[in-house]
């Protein structure tokens, strides 16, 4: 009998090929109209070492990788053990192995163990061992009934670059790992297979990729980036594709460069962006409150890891939420949007870019590591979303001399000049300024630009709500999470209300400035609410509670650090708390 829902993980050393193997599964499902979801998990060093995935599949949309496996592929068991908190199989599933790396002695297996002959099949295919991957995908799929089309056509995308025989060995990997797991399939193993009916193909994408997507889209035409784990890939992916859309790419030297080249580019009327984690992120601060003093539109994506320092750069926290609020000298506002899937990444790259270039001010995308690297199968992505420019003065705002900085718009935004008009010369530096941007240091004039300059996040704050929710309206429980987390605790959320339970959730996409009264609204017939962070500080609900009242006896707080995926079994546990 076939299965509704396959998670699948493998892992093994460096060299073993272990996240190209995840990556041909997810082509393969996507060819095969299949929603996909596979995450990927690095040790903490630069190059090399142990590496996993975890895949999972479904004929219906998935929101979160799974708690638990159906089928684990071990390829070296002393990694193994370094990711064994990741990779979990269920009661009773199959652990497949390579007969040369037998499971160690007097250590429980973790499932019912099945020895294949990876190396043995890729050196007699191949006349090496760099095939083991490739045949395991053949095992898998004569093993296991699973697509066995589609993950040839995804060898033969992946290698035909690499020239016909480079090709032809991968090919033959593969067909010899099909023959041996068709040759020892049992009625058992073929109960693993995925049941479901072939439909259109999907795309398939990372949070990097869709959000670096968004932005050109927008209109971001310049990029100035420094390499960092784990936002690297969007550097990358503009890098490559910049030049296709008459922009220019720049890895600077820097963070601090980054962030300055983006500020100039905007100052001379180009959508700029940038992107970094947590500890390029600090070296940025003080560029992001120049940029809220000269009114700079200026995209810069966070995409966050643990830390603090260095942390562990492969895994995800919701811990620099408070860096990218408050982190500033003086009073600087700024923007913050948490995008909270990977539809969504495209989507906020686009909004941010909206919002910077109307309202003239930074805008910050707070991603992590599970939303920026994983890939998802989707069925499209919208191109037709709606793309703003910033206000540029009319004939009338240069008749008797430009006021750069104009203090009578009611939403604080004031004509942007772009460099090269001489009716619209104005100065502009990190000092307070008058109108035409002349420094002052006048009390005055800087309680006037403060409240002019703070008056866009009422605008913005009235204008764009941003929030998912979950859930019916009559709930008796609800939880408050951002980001990354809407996945795990959606799945949680639909699987309570089955069971007869009132809960809903409520996700807020726009950080800051945030919408207060949508959350007060949500919060006020619940008999208890339930705060969720990957935040050993818990820095959201400190942060919810600078601008409302959370009455403590009503909350249920579950904060941890990051490291580990919010998964759906913790997230239901939480809500099995509340109702006690």
């Known amino acids: 009998m076939a299965v509704n829902d396959l998670v699948i993980g493998a892992v093994g050393r460096g060299g073993d090929g272990v996240i190209l ?10 060819s095969q109209g299949l929603y996909g979801y596979m995450v990927q998990s690095y040790g903490p060093q630069i190059r090399g070492g142990e590496s996993s995935f975890r895949a999972r599949f479904n004929k219906a949309q998935v929101s979160s990788p799974g708690d638990f496996l159906d089928l684990l592929v071990v390829f070296d068991w002393p990694a193994y053990k370094m990711f064994k908190q990741e990779l979990r199989p269920k009661g009773g599933a199959f652990v497949l192995h390579d007969e040369d790396n037998p499971a160690p002695e007097g250590e429980s297996a973790p499932g019912r163990l099945l020895a294949a002959p990876f190396a043995k099949l890729s050196k007699s295919s191949t006349g090496g061992l760099q095939g083991k991957n490739v045949v395991m995908l053949g095992v898998l799929c004569g093993l296991f009934g699973f697509d066995a089309e589609g993950v040839r056509a995804g060898i033969k995308k992946k290698f035909a670059k690499k020239g016909d025989e480079v ?27 995925l049941d479901y009916v072939p439909g259109p193909p999907k795309l398939v994408l990372s949070g990097n990729e869709a959000l670096a997507l968004g932005a050109l889209h927008a209109g971001c035409r310049f990029y100035a980036g420094y390499p960092i784990t784990p936002s690297s890939e969007i550097l990358e992916f503009m890098g490559k594709n910049m030049p296709r859309f008459g922009g220019s790419f720049i890895q600077a030297e820097d963070e601090l460069a980054s962030i300055g080249m983006v500020l100039g580019a905007s100052f ?43 942390g562990i750069p492969t895994k995800s926290e919701q811990s620099d939420l408070w860096q990218a609020v408050f982190g500033t000298h003086g009073d600087a506002p700024r923007v913050v949007l948490a995008p909270s899937d990977v539809e969504d990444c495209f989507h906020a790259a686009v909004d941010a870019f909206n919002i910077a270039e109307e309202y003239q001010l930074p805008v910050v995308i707070l991603s992590d590591q599970l939303l920026a690297q994983r890939k998802v199968t989707l069925p499209s992505l919208p191109l037709d979303k709606p793309v703003f420019n910033r206000r540029q003065p009319a004939e009338a705002d240069l008749e008797g001399g430009y006021k750069r900085y104009r203090l009578d718009g009611p939403d604080g935004v004031s004509p942007m000049a772009v460099p090269g008009d001489a009716r619209a010369i104005y100065q502009t530096t990190g000092l307070e300024h008058n109108e035409k941007g002349e420094p002052t240091s006048s009390f005055h004039l800087h309680e006037a630009m403060n409240e002019k300059r703070f008056k866009k996040l009422k605008a913005i704050a009235e204008r764009y709500h941003y929030v998912r929710r979950y859930g019916p309206e009559g709930a008796e429980i609800g939880i408050l999470a951002w980001g990354s987390s809407k996945g795990a605790i959606k799945e949680a959320v639909a699987s309570a209300n089955a069971k007869g339970l009132k809960v809903a959730a409520f996700i807020p996409e726009l950080l800051y400035p945030f919408p207060k009264h949508e959350l007060e609204a ?4 619940l008999k208890r609410i339930i705060v969720l962070e990957l935040s050993y500080s818990a820095q959201f609900y400190k942060y919810l509670r600078t601008f409302l009242e959370l009455p403590e006896e009503r909350v249920l707080l579950k904060k941890r650090s990051g490291g580990e995926f919010l998964g759906v079994a913790e997230v239901e546990s939480a809500i099995e708390e509340a109702f006690q």
């Open 268 to 310: 001379g009327g180009t959508k700029a962006m940038t992107a970094t984690s947590g500890p390029g992120f600090s070296l940025m601060t003080e560029m992001v409150g120049l940029g809220s003093m000269m009114e700079i539109p200026a995209v810069i994506v966070d995409v966050q890891r643990t830390g603090p320092s260095t």
């Open 522 to 525: 949500f919060i006020k017939p």
């Open 167 to 193: 090709l032809a060995k991968n090919l033959a990997a593969f067909e010899a790992g099909l023959s041996y797991g068709r040759s020892n399939a049992t009625t058992e193993t073929k109960n693993v297979r």
């Open 21 to 30: 193997s995840g990556e041909l599964l997810m082509a393969s499902a996507a």
